[in-house]
């Protein structure tokens, strides 16, 4: 994936146009000693091996968004309703300008890459010049960075590239914010839990009828969640969409497909008027990410994903983004799998887009430990300035609880008892979207599986404005009366913002019928209903949403989503954080009500 727009090629002509102060910048930093820039303890599960390392790493460097106060704060502007700027949403130009690093920045580290002997043309530059990569030998790479990558090896087999310490000389720490592949052992495991095959003897293929009535209890079987089961439940069944420009989007990672031929199977039986938009969804791939050519097989996560999203918003035009784990130029058979980092690979092609879909729905995460800080920023504010674009960023808050039973403890050497935050969940400029299951429905957990939808409170990303402005997090803090006190941070951003059915979903995999769990199933679900909203937004000329979050802590949270109250997220060997009347960290706002969206958006007759 090459991408040199106009923008940077700008930028390189005006480093190149002031030879006079360069060469002094040169000597003067020459001699600039290395220190360390950033250690990270070996996440729980990884060891290292004595695997040959001869490789070439895809080698992102983020030079470091010294105005992203600013950003931040037109995000916020533009994502409150009483601002009179909501909804004026950033051109991809405007952004770019906003996160292009100052020419000294840029100059210091193409500097730094030349003498170490990489030219420009080996490089690859972000639209708007902050990420600089390149592929690189890992020996290259342990010079640039005096340090030393091992092939790590997951319990599960996985392996990757990495090392625990790395270092830059001195005066380059303040303009790189992230180098990576080097300390993020972070994997977008999918989250969805244990496929459950063949349900009950109704759903077989052969003899599905829909369901006759209308009402409820006729439609919505809570072991077998169908499309029209979601469109009763959230109200979007009677809104047919209406912009010719409104789109959604998926992402896969880890070599996940979206299965056409499955998706047309499965919209047959609960879609019939959308399975047209079986054969025309859009695949992009990118890093040499898969998609379906007919011999590329399926996955669980790409199918789940399709056929949630085709179910409920057809006709919209949909996306799907296939990430893949290796860049293209690999040269060497002896590389490990998901040797990238997923997500940086991704927003790099996304905010080069010149357009991108209204939503975007994510079902992918891993502990926040599992990452440094430096990282978690770098990808949290690529959301950020889709936020700023105009697109709802979501993700799944993830499946396990509070955290897996035993294994809440800190990575940091000290081996502390704590609740286990997921990243990206925990972006602040995310939405994050839990699961619920049943009727009245009840925060979401499956004893079969041990699958409990995923909350809590970061360790990296401090309590939004948004958050604290609306006091909802304290007061529930509050309500708490210290239980936990100590296994999670009180000052962290706090998640799930939203929730939606995560329990059970039908899905057509390889020809069969399945069912399956997951926080997986909530997101493009909750993408769907926000996906509708946007539609509706846009019939009506007007921009879409954008980023959910300010909307739903000023008031749309308690207005048009239903509280759930029960349940609790169970994990870390405790009862986890309880869902309760309110906003609560188990289930956030709770479930959308789609006609109560558009009533407060001024929509309500459509
Ligand atoms: C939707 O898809 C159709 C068919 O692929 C395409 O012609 C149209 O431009 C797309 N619209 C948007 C908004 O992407
Ligand atoms: C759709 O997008 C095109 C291109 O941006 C624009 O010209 C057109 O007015 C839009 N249509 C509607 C209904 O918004
Ligand atoms: C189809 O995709 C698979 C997986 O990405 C790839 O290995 C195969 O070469 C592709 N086949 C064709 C015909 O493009
Ligand atoms: C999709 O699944 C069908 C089975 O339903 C299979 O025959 C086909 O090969 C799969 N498609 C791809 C691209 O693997
Ligand atoms: C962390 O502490 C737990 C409980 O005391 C123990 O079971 C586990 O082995 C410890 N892990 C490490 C890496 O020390
Ligand atoms: C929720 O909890 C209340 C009080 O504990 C109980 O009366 C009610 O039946 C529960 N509802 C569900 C759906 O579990
Ligand atoms: C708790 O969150 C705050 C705000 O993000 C952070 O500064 C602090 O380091 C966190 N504490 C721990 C123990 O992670
Ligand atoms: C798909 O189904 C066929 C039989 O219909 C079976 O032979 C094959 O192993 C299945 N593939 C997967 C990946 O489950
Ligand atoms: C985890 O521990 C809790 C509390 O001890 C227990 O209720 C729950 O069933 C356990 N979950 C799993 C998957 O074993």
């Known amino acids: 994936m090459h991408i040199l727009p106009a923008a940077l090629a700008a930028l390189l002509s005006v480093a190149t146009a002031t030879p006079v102060a360069q060469p002094k910048v040169h000597q003067d930093h020459a001699r600039s000693p290395y220190a360390v820039k950033e250690t990270h303890f070996v996440p729980r599960g990884w060891t290292a091996t004595d695997d040959s390392t001869d490789q070439l790493l895809d080698l992102k460097i983020g030079l470091k968004n010294k105005k992203f106060a600013d950003l931040e704060r037109h995000l916020y502007e533009v994502s409150l309703p009483t601002h009179h700027r909501y909804r004026q949403h950033f051109s991809k130009e405007e952004v770019d300008n906003l996160v292009r690093p100052d020419e000294e920045a840029s100059s210091l580290v193409n500097e730094f890459l030349q003498d170490h002997g990489i030219s420009k043309e080996q490089c690859r530059y972000s639209s708007a010049g902050d ?87 006729s439609v919505c079987n809570f072991e077998g969640v169908t499309p029209a089961c979601l469109r009763l439940l959230y109200g979007t069944d009677d809104y047919t969409p209406q912009s010719p420009n409104s789109s959604i989007a998926f992402t896969n990672y880890l070599g996940e497909v979206a299965n056409r031929s499955d998706a047309s199977r499965f919209l047959t039986m609960f879609r019939p008027d959308a399975v047209s938009s079986a054969s025309m969804f859009d695949q992009i791939s990118i890093s040499g990410g898969p998609v379906d050519n007919g011999t590329a097989g399926a996955g669980y996560e790409g199918n789940l994903d399709i056929q949630t999203i085709a179910g409920q918003v057809w006709p919209i035009n949909i996306t799907s983004y296939s990430t893949g784990g290796s860049p293209p130029f690999q040269a060497d058979l002896n590389t490990p799998t998901n040797t990238n980092e997923p997500y940086l690979v991704w927003l790099e092609y996304v905010l080069g887009q010149q357009e991108v879909e209204q939503t975007i729905s994510t079902s992918y995460g891993d ?240």
């Open 131 to 217: 990420w600089i990569s390149a592929a690189l030998p890992v020996a290259q790479v342990e010079k640039m960075l005096n340090t030393k990558y091992s092939v790590y090896k997951h319990e599960d087999g996985t392996t990757m590239i990495r090392t625990t310490e790395w270092s830059l000389p001195q005066h380059l720490h303040e303009h790189i914010s992230t180098i990576q592949p080097t300390t993020a052992f972070l994997r977008a495991s999918p989250k969805l839990q244990t496929v459950l095959e063949s349900p009950d003897a109704d759903f077989n293929e052969d003899d599905w009828d829909p369901p006759s009535a209308t009402d409820l209890i």
């Open 367 to 606: 502990d926040e430990q599992t990452v440094p800080q430096s990282y978690a920023q770098a990808v949290c504010e690529g959301f950020a300035q889709l936020g700023l674009r105009g697109v709802s960023v979501l993700f799944s808050s993830g499946d396990f609880g509070v955290g897996s039973n035993d294994t809440c403890y800190s990575n940091d050497g000290k081996n502390t008892s704590m609740f286990l935050p997921a990243f990206p969940a925990s972006c602040p400029y995310i939405t994050a979207v839990g699961g619920t299951r049943g009727y009245p429905e009840v925060v979401a957990y499956d004893t079969r599986n041990g699958y409990v939808s995923g909350s809590g409170f970061s360790n990296y990303f401090a309590q939004p404005a948004y958050q604290k402005d609306s006091g909802v997090v304290d007061k529930y803090v509050e309500s708490l009366n210290g239980e936990y006190d100590g296994l999670y941070n009180k000052s962290g951003r706090a998640y799930p913002d939203v929730a939606v059915q995560g329990y059970r979903y039908i899905v057509i995999y390889n020809g069969s019928v399945i069912t399956l769990d997951g926080t997986s199933a909530s997101c493009p679900t909750m993408a769907s209903t926000i996906s509708l909203v946007n539609d509706a937004l846009m019939a009506d000329g007007q921009a879409p949403l954008g980023f959910l979050n300010p909307w739903l802590y000023t008031g749309a949270g308690e207005k048009a989503f239903t509280d759930v109250v029960n349940g609790s997220t169970t994990g870390c060997n405790t009862a986890g954080f309880p869902a309760a009347a309110g906003w609560d960290v188990a289930s956030g706002f709770g479930t959308p009500q789609f006609p109560t969206m558009l009533d407060i958006l001024g929509l309500g007759d459509s």
